[in-house]
């Protein structure tokens, strides 16, 4: 089992930057596909970013292509989203999600089986 702990969410005018961190704690954490995911008041829970256990493969929902990168530390047990050129439709709760059953890197939440609280990421026009 492992758990997750987001951090780095808050306010910010579009245009700008904030980087979210998840720290996670149990089993090693090289072994995790590790994914990001965000929910939109209203909405549904949908894909943002994923990363291959050694970090060296990525993937990348289309709204968010060019402007935000995912990036692993698996010496810190630590994954990270930096999000850049925010836009208001970038608000949203967003969730850190791990699994270690499958070997690729997977974008669907139900192919996740650990997942964060949330921290919460709010971008004023």
């Known amino acids: 089992q492992v758990q997750l702990v987001e951090s780095g969410g808050g306010l910010v005018q579009a245009g700008g930057s904030l980087r979210l961190s998840c720290a996670a704690s149990g089993r090693t954490f090289s072994s995790y596909v590790m994914g990001w995911f965000r929910q939109a008041p209203g909405k549904e829970r949908q894909f943002v970013a994923a990363?291959?256990?050694?970090?060296?493969?990525?993937e990348y929902a289309d709204s968010v292509k060019g402007r935000f990168t995912i990036s692993r530390d698996n010496a810190k047990n630590t994954v990270y989203l930096q999000m850049d050129n925010l836009r208001p439709e970038d608000t949203a709760v967003y969730y850190c999600a791990a699994d270690f059953r499958y070997g690729n890197i997977r974008v669907a939440t139900y192919e996740y089986m650990y997942w964060g609280q949330g921290t919460r990421v709010t971008v004023s026009s």
């Open positions: 990363i291959s256990r050694s970090g060296g493969i990525t």
